[in-house]
């Protein structure tokens, strides 16, 4: 096939493979390993037995070290293949690696079918019986198992799992997160790695040393959710304001900042978009904003920034194509510039990479 890339999911570096070609996508083929000839000083035995046929965790092959180092190269080829590389000739470019790599993830989506769970097999809407999950925090499979067996039939079932029981609307869950307690309740949106949450919220609250006076700044947190950054940051700044359009998060968010007595934080109920264009219009100023957007990314929020102009923006995002595009509005189209880019894994075992990304005028 000459010089022509093909994605191999689950080879590892070094790998000797015979494959077969599936299909071909956008330029890039695809193929599935048929025999491994000789393996990779990388690769390890998986510890889930589902590794082969489930498509959740397609890095169970490789020692957790080459997990981070296969993240930290495949940010850095996005990045030069991107319009942002004249931009980022001068960056702090790192990494923060997970202390836990199984037993972590506290929130899943699941298929119960007869009593059981399930997951989808890869590219697939066909299901298969699942035994374990190693990547669920110590005591979640098994209580999954029990609820399952009491519903019987259950599609794309959501769970999160909360000092020892699952959370629902009557018990809400609760977190720890920069010597703050948050609680949520089943609805609401949180990072499915809470012990990594605490290192990717104090990456973020680094940059509050960038301000040139934090205790006489303010900060906007576009797509809040229930306070996770707006009430860390909240301790350290003169103000904060709050964006979030799911009203059950802002629910928890305003109940937060009740019960921790947090009374710098001001709540809007909006979409981003039209919270900016409402700011702008009232004339406020923030020296900081913060955003975490969905995996679509937040391109015509990055556009009204560049309208805003705080001096500080933290971007944080588990989508490296989305990210790259809206920092392109802020960096090739707009007047800010990268200081900062880290790679933080929140989802080991997986492909998946979340990035926080500081910018400046």
Known sequence: MGEEEIFVPKAAPQDQLRVKILEEKKGRWRADIVEILQSSPQRETPKCKHFVTCG?????????????????????????????????????????AAPQPFCYR??????????KLHYFLPHSHKMFAVEECPILEDGFFKLLGVEAAQIQNAKDWSQSFSENRLVDLRNPGRYDVAGLKLEYDAQCFTQGNLSMNELLVERVLTDRNLLSNPGASSALDLFCGIGNFSLPLAKNLRSVVGVEDFEASLHWARKNSESLSIKNVEW??????????????????????????????????????????????????????????????????????????????????????????????
């Open 56 to 96: 959740g965790c397609d890095f169970q092959h490789l020692s957790y070290e080459e997990q981070l180092a296969w993240k930290i190269r495949m940010t850095k080829h996005w990045i030069r293949r991107s319009p942002l590389e004249p931009h980022l000739t001068k960056i702090q470019f790192d990494s923060i």
């Open 106 to 115: 506290h929130r899943i989506r699941m298929q119960v079918a007869e009593g």
């Open 268 to 361: 809007i109920h909006a979409k981003s978009e039209a919270a900016l264009q409402n700011l702008r219009k009232q004339r406020r100023c923030f020296d900081w904003v913060i955003l975490d957007p969905p995996r679509t990314g937040a391109l015509e929020v990055a556009r009204e920034l560049n309208s805003l102009l705080p001096s500080r923006i933290t971007y944080v995002s588990c989508s490296l194509e989305t990210l790259i595009r809206d920092l392109t509005a802020l960096c090739k189209k707009g007047p800010y510039r990268i200081s900062r880019w880290t790679v933080v894994d929140l989802f080991p075992q997986t492909h998946h990479i979340e990035s926080v990304v500081s910018l400046q005028l």
